[in-house]
């Protein structure tokens, strides 16, 4: 009796001291991750938008007492909408003073200029939102949880074919990830049988589209495709209505504050995006969106989801590693974990998967329409 | 030919923003001799003042009436509290030059922090498009270019006319003189603060509506309000106007034949040029200081 | 730490761009807008060449000196033709073009994409990769860099640009080509901006048009604003200041939207406030220790003395006042043959035709508006003449550059003075000196002895100057000190160090008392018996009376009399044009 007590008690003992022994040195005191994004200049929308995502998952999670009881922390840089230095700058912080083994990017140039940090001192690299046709295989840590405009733009090339088109004009960004797409479009485009009538590459971000939308119209087209994103399609959209253009206009991005721009003249418009729909039907979008629009009052678009579903995609990866046990909170073991897990939950509904090949993704693209205002979701795509 | 047709009315419509712009820095400087970087900033204060009106549930004129407001108001204010400050201070053009700078940063950027830095439209111009065979616009380009003329043809009256206009030009002409014969220099650079910024309002109202307003639009309007006075002349206010309308034309019809992605740099290239062979400007009859 | 070495690298490199940048504008003034075009085009240049040819780093650093220089030279015609606003609007509009090509040349520069890939540097063979490495390679560079300007700037040519930077007119009336100059300052500050450009481009590995915008050009501005113009190490000071405050604002814990917007409003803010209550900066011009000690070392008066006495001991007062080419006097100095100006529709020199002899002093009389002193501007080369021809010493002058006739043997005086105000009454006599070998990059990066030579000889040549008018206790004293009397006798002592044979003075006795003239006037007849040949343009009848010994007569542009002092005073209808009696 005495000693089936000791034993017992030397058993309850030693697993108490295994659950609650003090942090092996594994453990950290929190989950400290990272984050650079345009949080000044033209583009702070993006950067307030994007970090608005990750907030509201990382709330979510603290909320219920974090990861294994580590909260999480983020550490937000400004790479004041695409200067590299201040990418390398902000990440050199990240890095070797707050220490982050993960962190969110954005945009294709401040995300080049870190990589090799990021190469060299193993930290992961989370992409949600750019989508240079650069950032392919730019560095086994990046991964990007969105789909390639290149994707995109043949998706719509596949749209265009179906509803009869042959001569396309085309207005897109004048960076790597308009031209990329373009170049990439244009000769599947000539295959199917289409030509190209125009091509007009604009500064990103101009508010007049006068110029280039006027040798459009004098090409005279069957559409116009739009190789942009954030909110300059609206502002196009806009323009070329109001100057007396009718033909149909497809692009690659919807975000609802350039549609309240476009107003009435976005009718029509058709776009071929991440399938992330606020009025889905999903349960875990509709949780999002709730969540979201509790703390920021607005319905999140597609990018805030994109940072969103990385937190929850971090947990995956967290728990993987940990579960292997040794020291797991770095670079090297989370993107390890990315890997072997590959297919992750995605907020769109569905999943996400990644290719460990080249850091990209496949996600649900989908076609949406514009009327009254309001993206109607028309169909799932499946690019060739 | 369809294409350069087009072309001509896009640099119409643009060229009638740049007169704006051209001509109320032009009567500031010409006044006043302070190389106004901060107009910019007045810029970005009308277009989000109208904004801004408008968000309070006020009609479009009203909105505009709030623009003009805002803009009045900054512009003297820059004027009673920083420049004469410096001039009294006897700071040289670049120590006023750097102040304006620095306010412009200072208000683009309190802007972007209070309204985020996505364009913010102006709604309730009725736009109707106007086509001409193949050439397309719409009324408001037309209402822009009234608006350049209307403006130009006032402001022209009232330097011409009324006495006030007169005392203003006796001191673009000779500030010295001027205050010798008892006119009141530092009232008539507050006035010329006020007229100047009273006219790049309807500009600023005109583009938000066309575009949205965004905070680094101050930037793109001081750049343009001193360009078509460089070229044009400084104190010639038709010189302005009229430089401001080729500037439009130049960067419109300049990039028919070569690729659009060039537009931006035309304007300063047509400037370097105009400097190059004439560095008074194409119509200026003040010589720049250093005259023995 | 890595982020602490980093942060030393980015202060490195924007020293570097500080110290270019404040010799163009701390130093000569020119407002120009173009600096970060310079960083650029540098980087540019040194990135391709490493992606593409995979070139040296040193070698890359070269070859953009040299691109840059010669761009800078580009801008440099135009934007040197204009002055203050139109400089401002010149380079602002280079920088932008320079931007626009960098954006849109897409096969060369890949345009907003950037260029990535760019190889780290290496020497012998030694690869420089981590922050740690980086360190004393920037490093030296950046000292390589500071003594060059700090050479520059304490050197003869640093002396003309800061004279030119106070009155451009002046510098050039005393012989300075003030174009000449302003070319050499921007393509210097241009080819080191480069270096700059290259060692950021080795070192981010990637570069894109967003690094060299009009912002960035602020930041520089910034940098040399308010660490001090026209300071050696205010660059150095302020590159400290904004790197370091800039990186301390990213560990303010409040929401990153507002702190970027708070870090740009800052900024807006200190450039403001600098501008209202330190617009020289935290180290002004003049507040550097190491300025103070130059100061001590110069000569007092007592040394002036001797260096004056000295020279007359040693029978060589002629040495203060010889002709220029050392030739032999000749008898007409200056010949005006029907010379004419007109500005628009008026004639305000007309027809004038005059000759004058070596050692007269001949006294320029006439109503307001005469055209006196533009006959000065046209003599001295500032206006060409519409018609007609002027010889000096048998040669023909009449569309010679001013700077170069000051060179030849004439010199003038300004009605307002046009002293360097911010120089010191040494320095000010120095500029004036012709011929130094230390006003050119090339004398003082090459022959650093002749230089030394010559600026000792200068100095105790201007003392003895200085001596001639009475003011060699005040050497070290700036300009803008002095009393106005003061000022009037630096200004003559200033034009007689030019070494001129014919000395037009322009008022000379305008505002001061009598008793300074009694002082100053023996002095400038004295300078006759050294050969020189002077013209006075006076309205003081006594002044006239006393000194000269010729009038000429000068009315709405015309020469209409010309006489002894006592023939034109008699003269009833000329007393009536000057005096309307």
């Not at chain 1, 200067?83 to 969110?104: E, Q, R």
């Not at chain 1, 994707?151 to 719509?156: A, D, Q, R, S, Y």
């Not at chain 3, 220089?69 to 932008?96: F, H, K, N, Q, W």
């Not at chain 3, 814990?253 to 507002?258: D, F, G, L, Q, R």
């Amino acid at each position: 009796m005495k000693r089936s007590i000791s034993i017992g008690s030397l058993i309850i003992i030693f697993s108490l001291l295994v659950i609650y022994s003090p942090s092996t040195g594994a453990d950290p005191k929190e989950y400290k991750i990272g984050a650079i994004l345009a949080m000044t200049g033209a583009g702070a929308w993006y950067g307030q938008v994007m970090s608005q995502g990750f907030l509201t998952a990382l709330d979510e999670i603290n909320a219920q007492g974090g990861i294994g009881g580590i909260k999480f922390k983020a550490v937000i840089e400004d790479h004041q909408s695409g200067s590299g230095a201040a990418a390398i700058s902000g990440f050199n912080k990240l890095v070797n003073v707050d220490k982050v083994p993960f962190s969110f990017t954005s945009y294709t140039a401040p995300t080049l200029s870190i990589i090799p940090v990021a190469n060299e001192k193993h930290v992961l690299l989370l992409n949600g939102g750019a989508v240079g046709p650069k950032l392919v295989k730019a560095s086994p840590y990046l991964f990007n949880n969105r789909m390639l405009a290149v994707m995109h733009g043949l998706g719509l090339a596949q749209r265009a074919k179906e509803r009869g088109f042959t001569k396309m004009a085309a207005l897109f960004w004048n960076d790597d990830a308009g031209i990329g797409t373009h170049k990439f479009v244009e000769p599947r485009w000539k295959a199917m049988g289409g030509t190209v009538v125009a091509a007009e590459a604009h500064p990103i971000g101009t508010t007049d589209y006068k110029p280039y939308l006027s040798k459009i119209m004098a090409a005279n087209p069957d559409f116009l495709a739009l190789w942009q994103w954030g909110k300059d399609w609206g502002i196009a959209v806009k323009q070329a209505r109001e100057m007396g253009f009718t033909k149909p206009i497809m692009g690659i991005e919807f975000t609802p504050d350039a549609a309240k721009i476009a107003g009435a003249t976005a009718d029509g418009y058709e776009a071929v995006t991440d399938y992330f729909d606020p009025k889905g039907t999903d349960s875990w979008t509709q949780k999002f969106v709730a969540s979201y629009k509790a703390k920021y009052k607005n319905e999140p678009e597609f990018y805030a989801a994109n940072y969103y579903e990385g937190v929850y995609i971090l947990t995956e990866l967290i728990k993987k590693a940990k579960a292997k046990g040794g020291d797991y909170w770095n670079g090297k073991a989370l993107r390890e974990a990315l890997i072997e897990i590959k297919r992750f939950p995605s907020v769109y509904g569905g999943y996400v998967e990644f290719n460990p090949e080249d850091g990209t993704c496949k996600k649900k693209t989908a076609l949406f329409v514009v009327k009254g205002g309001e993206r109607i979701f028309q169909k799932y795509l499946e690019i060739q | 030919m369809d294409l350069f047709w087009q072309l001509v009315i896009n640099g119409l419509s643009l060229g009638s923003i740049y007169l704006i712009l051209g001509i109320s820095w032009g009567l500031i400087f010409a006044v006043t001799r302070t190389f106004h970087f901060a107009h910019g900033a007045t810029f970005v204060v009308a277009a989000y003042a109208a904004y801004l009106g408008q968000q309070m549930g006020g009609h479009l004129i009203l909105a505009a009436l709030a623009g003009i407001i805002g803009a009045v108001l900054f512009g003297l204010a820059i004027e009673r509290f920083l420049y004469r400050y410096l001039r009294r201070a006897f700071a040289t053009p670049l120590v006023i030059f750097i102040a304006a700078l620095g306010t412009l940063i200072t208000v683009e950027n309190f802007i972007a922090m209070g309204f985020g830095t996505d364009a913010k439209p102006l709604e309730g111009f009725p736009i109707k498009v106007i086509k001409i065979g193949r050439v397309g616009f719409n009324n408001l380009h037309v209402f822009m270019f009234v608006t350049a003329a209307v403006l130009l043809i006032g402001l022209i009256f009232y330097l011409r006319r009324t006495k006030n206009g007169k005392a203003l030009r006796a001191v673009i002409s000779n500030p010295e003189m001027a205050e010798v014969l008892g006119i009141d220099v530092q009232k008539y650079f507050l006035l010329a603060f006020g007229i100047g910024s009273f006219l790049i309002a309807p500009a600023a109202v005109l583009v938000t509506i066309e575009r949205g307003a965004t905070p680094d639009l101050g930037h793109w309007a001081i750049l343009y309000s001193f360009m078509p006075v460089i070229i044009g002349g400084i104190g010639s206010i038709p010189g302005a106007a009229l430089a401001g309308i080729i500037i439009g034309l130049a960067e419109s019809i300049g990039i028919w034949k070569i690729s659009s992605q060039w537009q931006l740099g035309i304007a300063f290239v047509v400037l370097v040029i105009v400097l190059i062979i004439k560095p008074t400007g194409l119509f200026g009859f003040r010589v720049y200081r250093g005259k023995i | 730490m890595d982020y602490l070495l980093h942060i030393l690298i980015m202060i490195f490199i924007y020293a570097i761009l500080g110290l270019s940048f404040n010799l163009i504008l701390g130093y000569t003034g020119l407002i120009a807008m173009c600096h970060a075009a310079f960083f650029a085009i540098g980087a540019y240049t040194s990135a391709l060449l490493g992606i593409h040819f995979g070139t040296n780093f040193l070698i890359g650093i070269l070859a953009g000196m040299v691109i840059t220089g010669m761009v800078s030279l580009l801008v440099a015609i135009p934007a040197i033709r204009v002055r203050d606003e139109y400089l401002i609007v010149t380079t602002l509009a280079l920088l932008m073009i320079v931007y626009t090509i960098l954006m849109n040349w897409i096969d060369l520069t890949r345009g907003a994409a950037g260029l990535s890939g760019i190889p780290r540097p290496s020497i012998w063979g030694y690869q420089i990769s981590t922050p740690f490495s980086f360190v004393p390679l920037l490093g030296g560079f950046a000292i390589l860099c500071f003594l060059i300007c700090w050479r520059i700037v304490h050197s003869p040519f640093g002396r003309v640009l800061r004279a030119i930077r106070e009155d451009e007119i002046a510098a050039e009336s005393l012989g300075k080509n003030v174009r000449a100059f302003k070319i050499w300052v921007f393509v210097a500050g241009g080819a080191l901006a480069a270096i700059a450009g290259s060692l950021f481009a080795h070192y981010m590995t990637y570069i894109s048009p967003a690094n060299f915008t009009i912002n960035d050009t602020i930041l520089i501005f910034a940098i040399v604003i308010i660490g001090g113009v026209a300071n050696a190490w205010g660059p150095v000071l302020g590159a400290v200041i904004l790197v370091s405050v800039m990186e301390a604002l990213r560990f303010l814990e409040i929401s990153p939207v507002i702190v970027g917007f708070t870090r740009q409003i800052a900024y807006g803010l200190v450039l403001i406030i600098f501008m209202c209550f330190r617009p020289h900066g935290f180290l002004g011009e003049f507040v550097t220790a190491i300025k103070r000690k130059e100061e001590k070392k110069i000569n007092s008066a007592t040394n002036a003395e001797k260096a004056f006495s000295a020279l007359s001991q040693r029978g060589k007062v002629e040495e203060l006042f010889q002709f220029p080419n050392g030739s032999a006097k000749s008898a007409t100095i200056l010949q005006l043959a029907g010379v004419s100006k007109s500005f628009g529709g008026l004639k305000a020199v007309n027809q004038c035709s005059l000759d004058l002899q070596t050692g007269e002093i001949i006294g320029l009389i006439g109503p307001n508006g005469a055209g006196k002193t533009t006959l000065f501007n046209v003599i001295t080369g500032f206006y060409s003449p519409d018609e007609g021809s002027i010889k000096f010493a048998g040669k023909d002058i009449t569309n010679l550059p001013a700077h170069q006739i000051t060179n030849l043997g004439i010199a003038r005086s300004f009605q307002d003075l046009r002293l360097f105000a911010h120089l010191t009454v040494l320095d000010n006599v120095l500029v004036a000196r012709p011929r130094q070998t230390g006003e050119s990059l090339v004398g003082i990066f090459l022959h650093f002895q002749r230089v030394a030579k010559e600026e000792k000889e200068n100095r105790q040549k201007a003392m003895a100057y200085l001596e001639f008018v009475g003011l060699a206790d005040r050497a070290e004293e700036l300009a803008v000190n002095l009393s106005y009397a003061e000022q009037k006798l630096l200004s003559l002592a200033r034009l007689l160090a030019t070494e001129a044979q014919l000395i037009l003075l322009d008022e000379p006795a305008s505002g001061l008392d009598p008793k300074v003239m009694e002082d100053l006037f023996p002095l400038v007849k004295e300078l006759v018996k050294y050969g020189k040949t002077i013209c006075i343009v006076e309205h003081n009848m006594e002044v006239i009376r006393a000194m000269v010994d010729e009038i000429v007569f000068l009315n709405a542009g015309r020469i209409i009399a010309r006489g002894s002092p006592e023939e034109i005073m008699k003269s009833p209808e000329l007393a009536e044009i000057y005096f309307g009696v």
